[in-house]
């Protein structure tokens, strides 16, 4: 039986700014300590609408882990779908929503639905949440990142 994961918090940036970095790959690692890398493998239509990326990451006891990745369902600056495909078909299924509330005022949302092991699981949503409010210490940290984007 699937575990459904929601997660939201107030980013201080903006939705164009916190989307920029979100689509910048090769700063995950930065913001993301369980990132090792992202490899684009189909870079999709102009809106990233089709894209497909391996995402390797770090598991309890120093494994690694890679997750295929697919994006569909693309709003620039909105939010998008991604799906983990699964060797078992027990794909996952997650959102990304980015919401404006002012001026470099943003909600973030995220949710996802696994039938992974729950401890597992607990542990990999702890990681994720935490990545995501340090995307958005990054931005903070960082200024001069796409400043053009600062509203």
């Known amino acids: 039986m699937p575990i459904r994961h929601e997660f939201s918090f107030e980013m201080p940036h903006s939705a164009a700014r916190i989307w920029a970095l979100f689509q910048d790959y090769d700063r995950w690692t930065d913001y993301a300590p369980m990132v090792y890398k992202v490899d684009v493998l189909w870079p999709g239509d102009e809106h990233h609408n089709g894209r497909l990326r391996r995402v390797y990451y770090k598991l309890p006891d120093d494994a690694v882990g890679t997750a295929l990745e697919l994006v569909t369902d693309v709003e620039p600056e909105r939010g998008y779908t ?10 996952q299924v997650g959102h990304i929503r980015l919401e404006r509330m002012g001026p470099n005022r943003t909600m973030f949302f995220f949710d996802e639905e696994s039938e992974m092991d729950p401890a597992i699981y607990a542990f990999v949503n702890k990681h994720n949440e935490d990545s995501m409010r340090a995307a958005s210490q990054y931005l903070s940290d960082h200024p001069e990142y796409r400043a053009d984007l600062v509203e």
Do not use: A, E, F, V
């Open 82 to 91: 991604y799906t983990m495909i699964s060797r078992d078909g027990n794909d």
